[in-house]
């Protein structure tokens, strides 16, 4: 009975051995599934990871560059700004410091067209010794009144308490626009040739 009971035994512990064996072999097969599973995911994630860093690396990159675009195009901007109020303060002392003759035939020119019966002027100081040749050209000249120490340029105007302040730096500056647009059109068209050319 001894033998038989060994034998028993013998052929559990061999039976419990095989499914141990085999729940052991199971058990391996899945952890090395798992960990492939795991393997893959986190290769996975690490090149999503890497896309994203690629992503956002471009995306500064870009950033940068329009920043620097736009920061070059704003100095540029500036630059011509300040080039064209060069151009305009020039031309505005030129107009100040026009010849008389120049002057007068502006005065004339003027007054042809806004001088009307009833009216009076004033000149300014500098442009007193015009006058009278200034308004001996007029066909209906308007009366002239002391001439008005706080005029930079050109002539005022007047009847009644209508004032009409005319000059040749006040015309400049009433269509700065269009100058500052055809200075720009000009110097940056030159500009562009020369490159060209170069």
């Known amino acids: 009975m001894a033998k038989r009971f060994d034998s028993v ?3 559990v512990l061999n039976t419990a051995r095989e499914r141990a064996a085999d729940i052991l072999s199971a058990a391996a097969a899945q952890c090395a599934a798992i960990r492939a599973e795991t393997e893959e995911h986190i290769a996975s994630l690490e090149a999503d990871r890497a ?11 870009q950033r940068s560059q ?7 195009r704003r ?9 064209v109020e060069r151009v ?8 100040i ?11 004339i020119q003027e007054l042809l067209v806004y001088a009307k019966p009833g009216w009076q002027i004033r000149f300014r100081p500098a442009d007193s010794h015009l006058a009278p040749a200034v308004l001996a050209a007029l066909p209906q000249a308007p009366e002239r009144l002391p001439d008005d120490p706080e005029l930079e340029d050109g002539f005022v105007l007047s009847r009644g308490r209508v004032e009409e302040r005319h000059s040749l730096t006040g015309r400049l500056d009433e269509e700065r626009e269009r100058w ?9 068209a030159e500009r562009k040739e020369e490159r060209k050319e170069a």
């Open 180 to 188: 500052v647009e055809e200075i720009g059109r000009r110097l940056f």
């Open 88 to 95: 305009l303060q020039a031309a505005r002392e030129r107009l």
């Open 9 to 11: 035994r013998e052929h």
């Open 97 to 107: 410091t026009i010849s008389d003759a120049e002057r007068q035939t502006w005065y």
């Open 75 to 83: 100095l540029d901007l500036e630059a011509r700004q300040r080039l």
């Open 51 to 61: 896309l994203e860093r690629d992503r956002e690396t471009a995306l500064i990159q």
């Open 66 to 72: 329009s920043r620097q675009t736009m920061e070059r």
